[in-house]
């Protein structure tokens, strides 16, 4: 029997960076928030302080961070090179983005869970790439968590 190809591309290597639960990461918070049209202007005024650590990674001992590789989830705005902020410790949501390992391919994937009466299923969201396809979980396939935080560098953005 021939070996199927995967129904999106899978990462080999995973790339984990881990959080300093004990070091906090400070920026500037304006709390006003930030007026998206150009009716009001945003306020220089900080009002207080927030830590960055604390809001992307409050249970530091499920939380970790890995870089995507693919745009096989670029129209859920998740493309190559954006980081996810996983989390081992949250219940599996419909709809909601999953990180799992694929054991037939023996590789990593992100992509939507979708919940149905003939099992879970992962869905790729990239409508210009034809040969990506559903792909029903199998019973060895292994969850890894769920995707918390989406973080990626728009200035850089091409």
Do not use: C
């Amino acid at each position: 029997m021939a070996k199927q190809s995967p129904p999106f591309p899978i990462e080999k290597d995973i790339n984990l960076e881990w959080f300093d639960a004990e070091k906090a990461v400070w920026m500037p918070y304006a709390d006003h928030g930030l007026n998206a049209t150009f009716k009001g202007l945003f306020s220089d005024v900080v009002v207080e302080d927030i830590d960055l650590a604390k809001l992307l990674n409050p249970r530091p001992s499920s939380t970790f961070v890995v870089r995507v590789g693919g745009n096989s989830m670029k129209d859920e705005r998740i493309t190559s090179g954006d980081r996810l902020i996983i989390d081992k410790s949250l219940p599996y949501e419909n709809g909601k983005k999953i990180a799992y390992w694929l054991n037939d391919f023996q590789g990593w994937t992100v992509k939507t869970l979708s919940i149905r009466n003939d099992g879970y299923w992962l869905i790729p969201a990239n409508a210009e790439d034809t040969s990506l396809f559903e792909y029903k979980i199998q019973e060895y396939d292994i969850p890894w968590g769920m995707v918390t935080w989406i973080l990626h560098n728009e200035y850089h953005r091409k």
